[in-house]
């Protein structure tokens, strides 16, 4: 029987992964998919997330770094007519597949057994332990485990299980790389919330690599509702204010996130039940312009802690020691929703 199985090897799942074998714990981590895995992100690591990487694995080496290395902060266009807000927080520029993959080998080194391909299909709690059925490539079986952790991101099997009768509202960001020329500094991540462009909000950044450079361009809108007004209004922009000029689109893709505060900016946050516990974004945690690795990182630690400690149940300690991050997210959200107020009136008005 394992102490802890935990479902999804992103940075969440991987550092508790690391931080619970370091305590000689018998861990299982499952992907879904194939290790190194794909993950549609902007790949900004922020000072906060660096501070807790350098605490509890060390310095994120430069080989996962795309250019430019260090990005100097956001820049925030309230509307097309509008000049930008800047918010400085310097962040380093990673290709996530290679950063998350970073964190899985660690986690490995540690201990942990780590099974790619492999997706959770079932589990119930029994008298002392949690019956975790499992997917492989050519045949499933059933594994017992003490704790079983969601961290299976914003789509979570996990949570939905843990709540079936929850109601969700969903979005579909859409991303797209280019090979071109534009009149911004790469050294900086751009948000754009005018409401012809998005539902949520667009962005524009800077990343390269051995392959090459990439303009990065996406926008958001509900789910069910099309990108392309949007997406095409955005690109006119870019290529009428900043000189953009898509010589080839190279990559598009999308995803589905969820809203993750409703229309009166209260937050949806989820923990799990019992032995079952929910970090990173499978519990909702989302900063600011949904940045999520941040988060991620924190609740892993936290959770570790409950897990590790003795004296209260861990479910219980573990809403304990995440009280402070809910707090920070809810002031940094509340502060970008007083600074643009119609930010969360155009989520609204999608409600």
């Given at each position: ?14 550092l ?7 305590a000689d714990?018998?861990?299982?981590v ?60 310097k ?36 008298k ?24 299976d ?17 969903w ?40 392959k ?29 204010a ?5 010589e080839?689109?190279l990559?598009?893709?999308a995803?589905?996130a969820?809203?993750?505060f ?61 009280q ?27 409600g």
């Open positions: 029987m394992y102490d802890v199985i935990i479902v999804g090897a992103g940075p969440a799942g991987s508790l992964a690391k931080k619970l074998a370091d714990l018998k861990v299982l499952v992907e879904q998919k194939k290790l190194p895995r794909h993950k549609m992100c902007s790949g900004l690591i922020s000072s906060f997330s660096q501070r807790i990487l350098k605490k509890e694995i060390g310095d994120i080496p430069p080989v996962i770094c795309c250019h430019p290395k260090i990005i100097k902060g956001i820049q925030v266009y309230p509307t097309r007519t509008q000049p930008p807000q800047k918010f400085r927080e962040s380093h520029n990673v290709w996530r597949n290679i950063f998350d993959f970073w964190l899985t080998i660690k986690a490995s080194e540690a201990g942990a057994e780590i099974w790619d391909y492999t997706e959770v299909i079932s589990f119930s709690e029994k002392d332990h949690i019956e975790v059925g499992l997917k492989g490539a050519s045949s499933t079986q059933k594994q017992e485990t003490r704790f079983l952790i969601g961290a991101g914003g789509l979570s099997f996990v949570r939905k299980k843990l709540y079936p009768n929850l109601q969700m509202r979005f579909q960001p859409y991303q797209t790389y280019w090979k071109g020329t534009i009149d911004l500094d790469p050294e900086y991540f751009y948000s754009f919330l005018d409401p012809e462009f998005t539902e949520f909000f667009a962005w524009f950044n800077v990343k390269t690599g051995h090459g450079k990439y303009l990065v361009v996406g926008t958001a809108a509900e789910q069910g509702k099309t990108i392309p007004q949007y997406f095409n209004a955005f690109q006119e922009y870019l290529e009428e900043f000189g953009f000029k898509g080839k689109l990559y598009r893709e995803c589905i969820p809203v993750f409703d229309t009166t900016s209260q937050f949806k946050y989820l923990f799990g039940k019992g032995n079952i516990l929910l970090i990173g974004e499978a519990a909702l945690l989302y900063n600011i312009f949904a940045e999520g690795i941040s988060p991620a990182l924190t609740s892993a630690v936290q959770a570790a802690d409950a897990i590790l400690q003795e004296e209260t149940p861990v479910l219980e300690k573990y809403k304990e020691n995440i402070p991050l809910c707090r920070n997210l809810k002031v940094a959200w509340n502060s970008i929703f007083e600074i643009f107020p119609h930010f969360l009136s155009q989520v609204k008005e999608k």
